[in-house]
């Protein structure tokens, strides 16, 4: 099993920026491949934002293509989304996604607004 805990949304105005965290834990978390981030706005369905596999390779979506960084630290089991330049379209609930060879686990959300 694993755990993902996400951390860092809130408000912002449009322009601003915000970095969300997703910590990993438990014992299958060593056959994690790759780690990533979705959304859901209200009354839409949940849609990738940006991926990260545990070699580095990474995979955006092209809403958020120039604005949205992933990065990852394999030490800490930790997946980072650095968010700038927000605009009031990425107000969605934001869910960390983590891929193993057999399974697919997801954090419980954390909510970005963006205010225009």
């Known amino acids: 099993q694993v755990q993902l805990v996400e951390s860092g949304g809130g408000l912002v105005q449009a322009g601003g920026s915000l970095r969300l965290s997703c910590a990993a834990s438990?014992?299958?978390?060593?056959?994690?491949?790759?780690m990533g981030w979705y959304r859901q706005a209200p009354g839409k369905q949940r849609a990738l934002v940006a991926t990260?596999?545990?070699?580095?390779?990474?995979k955006f979506a092209d809403s958020v293509k120039g604005r949205f960084t992933i990065s990852r630290d394999n030490a800490q089991d930790t997946v980072y989304l650095q968010m700038n330049s927000l605009k009031p379209e990425d107000t969605a609930v934001y869910y960390c996604?983590?891929?193993?060879?057999?399974?697919?686990?997801w954090g419980q959300g954390t909510q970005v607004t963006v205010s225009s």
């Open positions: 438990g014992r299958s978390i060593f056959s994690i491949n790759a």
């Open positions: 996604n983590a891929l193993s060879m057999r399974y697919e686990y």
């Open positions: 990260i596999t545990s070699g580095g390779n990474t």
